[in-house]
């Protein structure tokens, strides 16, 4: 059976930006970002990939043109091949109603109320009905699929069932939280056999989102809300949260059955709605360190508090032992860490594909374990890794380098070549950028598109976040780990593995001065674990530059600058390598220098 899936929609951005005000900053306020598709052929996903590595729009709603033409080209495949489509949506008419029905209740003024109502009926008929979204997918596609071979897959349901298929078909209880999907921000649950099932009685409606909430406070700092909530994780490490914490004592209510609500409902149609509540709480906004990582702080801990009261309803609900944590929340690496020590689940994930990056995947592996013809059958264990995007041979490369000859000079190198010179330069103060195989899918650069550099320098931090990556100057890198040697160096508590960035853990206070450019302000950091099975080069590399050092990591952050997506193709890498202060770049097999260094 033949899956294609896909997420984004042609005129969503412009809708929103007319009828919710989702312009500059607030321009990620709305649905279908992260757009992109997935192929899977008789349950194995042989291809996906965002759409912005190809139209180099970063978190674009667009419609994914280039992710399905190049998903099918990569399988040889026509859409007359295609057994069933995918969306990672379900806007009926009923849930449209119950949306509508949710709207009239809540307490708002009346005139915004109505506006409120009316832009989600025509959002409805214009962008995200069933019909809507079948004119879309032939307009751009030239192609209209047959009806009844669409499956309309629930937002939750697809972040749950990514989870599960990137897992391996584990049964397992799921928590999913993001900012909101058709009409819920949060969703308890269980898989069993490719069944999902939900704990209605602790959903969480979208005006009590957790997710929306942290955007709010990601934009009261002054950051892009739902884009750079990260930064806000990040910054909280630089403060303890305020005692007592007015998020938690007076903002923040729990209930029975792992819900939870707020004292004052949140306008999810109005970001700025809750900044003087922030003021009154922290005082008058100010453009300082101290100021912001108090407030992250504080909003650290509350994420803590909520995720916490929902894990703890989970337990109680479902016997099974393994965890999974999905959605745009699960994102928040340094709460999953205390999150998963502090619950009695023997193992809990959370999937490269977490945000809605990772949607298309699930929507696909949805429709196929859920099909009639599938019933009763047993299912393959999927072959599970993030590189599931394009990759390019060395005629391609060899074509880029061409067409910037004048700038750069290269060598060609064997494996071995490569991981000798390469480790010797990581030697020294430098940044490499590192380029090759398929693109790893998921917002995290998992080491075949990463700049790398060696942590034993102190500043290693500022050279790279002023040079090249041109951002906040509080942010840390991740360090990447042979997973046989991460117990050594971090304190892993019950894990034994953190190969997608997702988990936080802190640094042994014998390697904090070995790592010092991979070490936050608070002593950890957010850790990559590599084997050779998944990326052999990678590990011998570091390997090598270990023997050659006796540092065990080396920093891996995406390759790309601040406000771009990560370079997809050879010609992105080399414009970003010559559009930074990045020292070499290695193509495949091909060690790069800038035509200065040449000379």
Known sequence: MIVLACNGFSRVSEFFAANFGAVGKDKHYLLGHDAGAALLIDGEVVAAVEEERLNRDKKTTDFPIQSIRWCLEQAALTFDDVDLLAIPWNWSTEVVNEVIADIAAAPMDPAAQRQLMDGIRRLAIEIVSPEAILADFATRTGYAPDPAK?????????????????????????????????????????????????????TIGAEFSIGILFSAITRFLGFVPNNDE???????????????????????????????????????????????????YFGPFEDSLEYQARVAAAAQEMLGVVTNHQLRALEAKSDLNH??????????????????????????????????????????????????????????????????????????????????????????????????????????????????????????????????????????????????????????????????????????GRKTRSP?????????????????????????????????????????LLRRFTALTDVPCLINTSFNVAGEPIVCTPADALRCFLGTEIDYVVLGNYLVTKAAAVR
């Not at 937002?155 to 999913?176: E, I, Q």
């Not at 060899?398 to 750069?408: I, N, S, T, Y």
């Not at 940044?431 to 942590?455: D, K, M, Q, T, Y």
């Open 230 to 280: 990260y930064k806000v994780m990040g910054l909280s490490g630089y403060a303890e949260p305020p005692s007592p914490n007015p998020f938690v004592e007076d903002l923040l209510q729990l209930h029975e059955d792992g819900r939870y609500s707020f004292r004052r409902p949140l306008e999810t149609d109005n970001p700025r709605g809750l900044d003087p509540l922030f003021e009154q």
């Open 150 to 202: 669409v499956v309309f897959v629930p937002h939750h349901y697809a972040h749950a069932m990514t989870g599960y298929y990137l897992a391996g078909l584990k049964d397992s209880a799921f928590l999913v939280s993001d900012g909101r999907a058709e009409r819920f921000s949060s969703v308890l649950g269980e898989i069993r056999d490719g069944r999902i099932r939900v704990f209605d009685e602790s």
């Open 500 to 540: 997608y960035m997702t988990f936080v853990f802190p640094v042994r206070p014998e390697f904090r001065d070995v790592i010092p450019g991979a070490t936050h302000v608070d002593g950890t950091s957010r850790v990559q674990t590599i084997t050779d099975r998944e990326n052999p080069r990678l590990a011998a």
């Open 323 to 492: 965890l999974l944590f999905e959605g745009g929340v699960a994102l928040n690496c340094l709460n999953n860490t205390p999150l998963f020590e502090g619950s009695r689940f023997a193992d809990m994930e959370v999937s490269f594909g977490a945000s809605d990056t990772g949607i298309v995947i699930g929507a696909a592996a949805h429709a196929w374990l859920n099909h009639p013809d599938n019933a009763g059958r047993p299912k393959p264990t999927p072959h599970v890794t993030p590189y599931l995007g394009p990759e390019y041979d060395d005629t391609a490369i060899e074509q880029a380098l061409r067409e910037f000859g004048d700038r750069v000079g290269w060598t060609r190198l064997d494996d071995d070549e490569i991981v000798d010179q390469v480790s010797k330069l990581l030697t020294e103060k430098v940044v490499i950028g590192w380029f090759e195989g398929r693109i790893e899918h998921g917002p995290r650069a998992l080491g075949h598109r990463s700049i790398l550099a060696n942590p034993k320098f102190p500043d290693i931090k500022d050279v790279i976040n002023t040079r090249v990556k041109h951002r906040e100057p509080f942010r840390p890198f991740a360090p990447l780990v042979l997973e046989a040697d991460a117990p050594q160096v971090f304190e892993l």
